[in-house]
């Protein structure tokens, strides 16, 4: 029976099982979500051994557990390691959902819940595809799965998980749906990933709430001083000003800029997609180039003082913002954050006092498209979309690509199936009944052209 049929006789039973991993509100960032994060790692599991993946379990961490399973045919045969992740973001805000984020519904050929696409639709194809291949005899090699429960929260576990367990994990390629193509009808393969630097700054003026008539003017107001020292980050070209911030960045050659500019994109559909009347960013750069081969600075949120109903007079004595950096290659993480510490601390007024807090990080990834990986990604795919995938760099982090290829020297391939529309970390996230059942039709023929 050949992967087409089975999908069409088993589709229902597909959704059935993908809805209730759905359902589970596996939100990571959130310890009262604790229980569900690992109802959930154990229903993943249960999905494993269901299809005949052997060895499936739950490896422990000092955060949520690892789910792993294998099927070893033969160690003269490649293997092939798939890893997603089966947390997810926060739904809020909630009202401006349409319909209930852990309640999932079909809508308009789309299937709608959180996780949806990041990354529960996307790793469950992988499940169904292992599912075929082993019920139809078609496995041609060995498959390994580790899906993380903390991806969205930096993967911080899984580090020393990778570190201790190289024999476990050993294989020929990763295989990674959690990335996305440009359109249904034009697939493209992910090269590239971002790195990240994160921080949490505070900013201190005087030690206790005041009145902003009697000491307003005279006193620093925090809240003024850290929209003062942000807005100073970016120059008039909206370069990132802190000294040494661009030291390291990887300078693309013409040659490289100029195959970019040939993947299609149209900054009118962009603008109105976004309803926004003109795009910003790095002067020199088109918009393309600034959302994935250039660093960024972004505030994530900002907060202080009063905001509640109506006016307080009041100059709030502490002010804080979540700031992000996406790098790129070469860029280093730990270099970043010191930089960027170094420099806040130097800008800041002698009438504040600054805190930083750094969070999760990681590095970012590129991979090449002449390696046996690639080229099985693009054969497949070439097959099921009937044209050939554009090789694309895309703005989003997965920290844990770069330290797989320095752990266990294996290169990932970013062979995912989500839309940039498709509203992942927002609401109304959805992923299309057309990906979800493209990429299972899609996984099989990857291992196929791998183990050739
Ligand atoms: N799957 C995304 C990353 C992604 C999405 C890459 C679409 C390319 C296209 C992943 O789950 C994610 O959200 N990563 C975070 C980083 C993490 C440290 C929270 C991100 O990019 O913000
Ligand atoms: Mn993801
Ligand atoms: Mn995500």
Redesign the pocket.
Known sequence: MNTLKYIEENKDRFLNELFELLRQPSISANPKYKEDVLRTANIVKDNLEKIGIEKAQLYETKGYPIVYGEKIISNDLPTVLIYG?YDVQPPDPLDLWDSEPFNPEIRDGKIYARGAC??KGQFFMHVKAAEIMIATNTLPCNIKFMIEGE????SENLEEFVINNKSLLSADVILIS???IIANDTPSI?TG?RG?SYVEVEVTGPNRDLHSGLYGGAVANPINILCKMIASLHDENKKITIPGFYDAVEELSEEERALMAKAPFSLEKYQEELQINDVYGEKSFSTMERNSIRPTLDVNGIWGGYIEEGAKTVIASKAYAKISMRLVPNQKSDEITKLFEKHFEAIAPKSVKVKITPH?G?EAYVSPTNDKGYIAASKAMEETFGKKPIPIR?G????IVALFEKELGLKSILM?F?LDSDA??SPNEHYGLFNFFKGIETIPLFFKHFSE
């Open positions: 992740h990041d990354d991806e969205e929260v930096g959690d990335t996305g992910t990933l990240l999760h990681g895309t989003g982090s997965i920290p995912g989500g992942i970390h």
